[in-house]
Each structure stands twice: as C-alpha cells, then as structure tokens.
C-alpha cells in the first residue's frame, strides 16, 4: 500500500493532530533506521509500518476510558503497541501512565531513546516477565505478538492484581488458541475483528478465572 495511502488511513482512523502524525513520522525513520541493526520488524512490514504496525497497535486507544489509569504493554519490542497508544493518548489529553516491559537489552535501549526522541512520560522496565514475574497492578494490560494466549493468561492471573482489561491481539491460530483457553479458563471477554487484518482479532477480557 502506497505510504501516502497509509498515513491517510491512520488520520482518518484516529483524527490526530498534524503535530502528532510528525510525531509519528519521526518514530517511523528511528524505526526503519535501528531495524538494521536490532530486526525490530519483518523486513517485509517495512514498507507498510503505518498500516501493519502503526494502525494495528492504535486500535486499542478506543476502547480506553477516562477511568483507566496504567497500562503496561508486555514483551514491548518495538514500542507496539506501547509507544503507539502512548503518543495517542497524548494526542487526546489523556492522561494515561504507560509502562513497557521488555526482555532484551538493545531494545530497551532503543525504547528509551525513542521515548526521549518523542518527548513521551513512558517507563521502560527492562525485565523477562516470563523469569522474573513480579506483581503488576496496572488497570489495562496489552499484549502484541509476544507468547500464545494460555502463557498469557496464567503470567497474569498469577502476577497480576486488580486490573480492569486485557487487550491481547491474535491472528490466523486466534480462534484455535481461544476455544483451547476457554477448556482451562472461564473468560469474559468482547471479541473484535482487526482493522488491518481479516484473519486477525481484538481480544478484549474482562474478567478471568480459572475451571
């Protein structure tokens, strides 16, 4: 998809700012350039970061209210869908604490020179959750391209206390992997088809027990 074509979806999407699509713009070539070197993205996604990583992360900010708080995005990476929903909260005025956790020195790295780049108020935690759990009491959990859906569940029934939402965000083996959770899990949760993508989905939980 042309780029012109992508930024055009990603405003018309989110009804940004002008200030805020630059904002953007300078995350894109920090991106693009660091990839060399760390393999933040696919190769293959470089051409279409607005539209593969950009949009698909920003689908959460709708579903985010003036009643949440915290939000930790888990397994960060790139800053997907973290930085995105940071820099659109920003946009919005709301005023929403973020937290990164991220496993792997160099990305955290560049999490942090990105966020200074940015001028964005993001905390990087540099931490395998998968190790190391510790307790999280943030309200809104997300979750992009890190583990299957059952590691996911059990990180954060286990270490996690009084959240409000989890945002997890499952392709083509989605459907699989939620019939396969809900034998072990009675799981409240609203259902959303992808913006980006037919064979992906939006989980949202709201609440999570186990059988």
């Known amino acids: 998809m042309d780029k012109a074509i992508q930024i055009d979806t990603f405003t018309r999407f989110t009804q940004v700012s002008r200030e805020t699509i630059i904002s953007l713009k300078n995350y894109e070539d920090y991106l693009v350039s660091a990839n060399k070197n760390l393999n ?34 888990i397994g960060s990476g790139a800053g997907f869908p973290g930085l995105i929903l940071a820099i659109l909260s920003k946009d919005r005025k709301i005023p929403l604490k973020i937290k990164l956790i991220e496993k792997s ?20 935690v540099h931490q395998n959750i ?4 510790k307790k999280l009491s943030e309200d809104i959990f997300v979750a992009r391209a890190f583990k299957p859906l059952q590691i996911i569940l059990e990180l954060i029934h286990n ?11 499952l392709g083509k083996t989605g459907k699989n992997e939620l019939l396969q959770a809900s034998k072990s899990w009675d799981i409240k949760y609203k259902q959303r088809k992808s913006v980006t993508s037919n064979d992906s989905f939006l989980l949202e939980i709201n609440n999570l027990k186990k059988k």
């Open 130 to 133: 998968l190790e190391k759990p």
């Open 40 to 73: 933040l993205i696919g190769n293959s996604t470089i051409k279409d970061i607005w539209y593969r990583h950009f949009l698909d992360s920003a689908q959460v900010i709708d579903f985010i209210d003036k009643n949440d708080k915290t939000l930790v995005d």
């Open 159 to 169: 270490n996690a206390e009084n959240w409000k939402k989890i945002f997890i965000f």
């Open 105 to 124: 020195t160099k990305k955290v790295i560049f999490l942090k020179e990105l966020i200074n780049k940015l001028c964005l108020d993001v905390e990087v």
